[in-house]
């Protein structure tokens, strides 16, 4: 079987990363233990007619153990994510937190990826829009600091409150502030429209979503600020 170039690449980072430990897995019907090279990781994982014959010779199922093993290979060394296809990575990391404690769908809001909307409308049971990392983040904040309009309007709209839109992160801004901020109209009259005093229209620092407005010449947005907030 021909090897393709990604594999190659994710083969040679473990090689140039000097790493001879190996890894145990135990998983199963039969609870059996197998041990991999992290050397030879990246091939076993991408190269399928391989990995269907082990799946098959030790009784484990195909998706269960390639999870299992994208996520070692992760751990070891986050890179090898540029040379795996999205939707692989889309299909196994699902349920994955990072270092970070991003989920998945932060990961992706985070990198900018430009399959999120199809993400999210076909894993709505999986996104988690609750979560909060490590930095009290969650993904309708990074939506609005990362300028991801589309995305910030789809989880309001899919999650609602899930979203916790009254939340604060460690710079003391609301997705609303945000939104302000990075001129994200839409966004701000969706939130102002949507949560009312739950979007917290003030927050920590002394950027107000109204004076946010008012610089960005946010016109709608210090209209309805106004008139609701009565501020």
């Known amino acids: 079987?021909?090897?393709?170039?990604?594999?190659?690449?994710?083969?040679?980072?473990?090689?140039?990363?000097?790493?001879?430990?190996?890894?145990?897995?135990?998983?199963?019907?039969?609870?059996?233990?197998?041990?991999?090279?992290?050397?030879?990781?990246?091939?076993?994982?991408?190269?399928?007619?391989?990995?269907?014959?082990?799946?098959?010779?030790?009784?484990?199922?195909?998706?269960?153990?390639?999870?299992?093993?994208?996520?070692?290979?992760?751990?070891?060394?986050?890179?090898?994510?540029?040379?795996?296809?999205?939707?692989?990575?889309?299909?196994?990391?699902?349920?994955?937190?990072?270092?970070?404690?991003?989920?998945?769908?932060?990961?992706?809001?985070?990198?900018?990826?430009?399959?999120?909307?199809?993400?999210?409308?076909?894993?709505?049971?999986?996104?988690?829009?609750?979560?909060?990392?490590?930095?009290?983040?969650t993904a309708l904040l990074l939506a609005c600091n990362n300028n991801l309009e589309h995305v910030a309007i789809l989880l309001i709209e899919k999650f609602g409150e899930l979203c916790k839109p009254e939340y604060i992160d460690n710079d003391g801004y609301t997705a609303l502030i945000w939104a302000c901020k990075n001129k994200l109209e839409k966004v701000a009259i969706l939130l102002i429209e949507k949560f009312g005093d739950l979007c917290n229209p003030e927050c920590k620092t002394n950027n107000t979503a109204l004076k946010l407005a008012n610089q960005n010449n946010l016109i709608n947005v210090e209209k309805l600020l106004i008139e609701k907030f009565k501020t």
Do not use: R, W
């Open 1 to 137: 079987m021909e090897i393709s170039k990604e594999l190659i690449n994710v083969n040679n980072i473990f090689k140039n990363s000097a790493i001879e430990t190996m890894i145990t897995t135990e998983i199963g019907k039969d609870n059996k233990t197998i041990k991999f090279d992290t050397n030879e990781l990246g091939l076993l994982f991408l190269e399928n007619c391989d990995l269907i014959n082990m799946c098959d010779k030790y009784c484990i199922d195909k998706h269960n153990i390639s999870s299992l093993l994208l996520k070692k290979l992760l751990s070891i060394n986050p890179e090898i994510k540029k040379y795996i296809p999205i939707k692989i990575l889309d299909e196994l990391l699902i349920d994955y937190i990072d270092e970070h404690n991003n989920t998945y769908l932060m990961q992706k809001i985070i990198n900018k990826d430009n399959n999120i909307i199809e993400f999210i409308n076909k894993n709505e049971e999986k996104c988690n829009p609750e979560h909060i990392n490590n930095n009290c983040n």
